[in-house]
């Protein structure tokens, strides 16, 4: 008599250890530290990466490779922004420094939550400079390998 394992649905609460990675390397890698817990359908992880998820069965241990753009979306030259150097000291520290790779976190205007900008340039001026933000996912646009290995699956 065989016992099937748990399945992924499309609401399930995962125990995993996962590695995202894309060009110059992983983004996030969990295979080192503790292994992470999430709910599929809450938006933790990306709807392309989620759907590889689907069906997989605990103890699955696999890797998936995302064509550019599948998994986070093409790169969107909107979301490059200059911001004044007068409201980054407003809105955070007023001796912070900004360095070309440096990640910085806003606050989203509600105050619930934040989400991060890479710094691509930095201006000094007679008006206090700025800086330029890249708000895209650092893997928008870029073919992304994703290696999962599943715990448990509830």
């Known amino acids: 008599m065989t016992t099937s394992h748990p399945r992924v649905?499309?609401?399930s609460f995962l125990t995993l250890h996962y590695r995202l990675s894309g060009p110059a390397g992983d983004i996030i890698n969990t295979f080192n530290d503790k292994p992470a817990t999430?709910?599929?359908?809450?938006?933790?992880?990306s709807p392309a990466v989620e759907h590889?998820?689907?069906?997989?069965?605990?103890?699955?241990?696999q890797t998936f490779s995302l064509e550019a753009g599948a998994?986070?979306?093409p790169r969107n030259p909107e979301m490059q922004q200059w911001v004044a150097a007068k409201l980054l000291?407003?809105?955070?520290?007023?001796?912070?420094?900004y360095a070309v790779g440096d990640v910085v976190q806003f606050p989203t205007p509600d105050g619930?939550?934040?989400y991060a900008g890479a710094v691509q340039e930095?201006?000094?001026?007679?008006?206090?400079?700025a800086v330029l933000f890249d708000f895209n996912h650092p893997l928008a646009g870029h073919?992304?390998?994703?290696?999962?290995?599943?715990?448990?699956v509830l």
Do not use: M, N
């Open 9 to 11: 649905h499309a609401t």
């Open 38 to 45: 999430l709910s599929l359908g809450t938006g933790e992880l």
């Open 52 to 61: 590889c998820l689907l069906g997989l069965e605990e103890g699955t241990h």
């Open 71 to 73: 998994a986070f979306g």
């Open 89 to 97: 000291r407003q809105l955070g520290d007023p001796q912070q420094t």
């Open 112 to 114: 619930q939550s934040s």
């Open 122 to 129: 930095v201006k000094t001026g007679e008006d206090g400079g």
């Open 143 to 152: 073919p992304v390998s994703f290696e999962v290995k599943l715990i448990g």
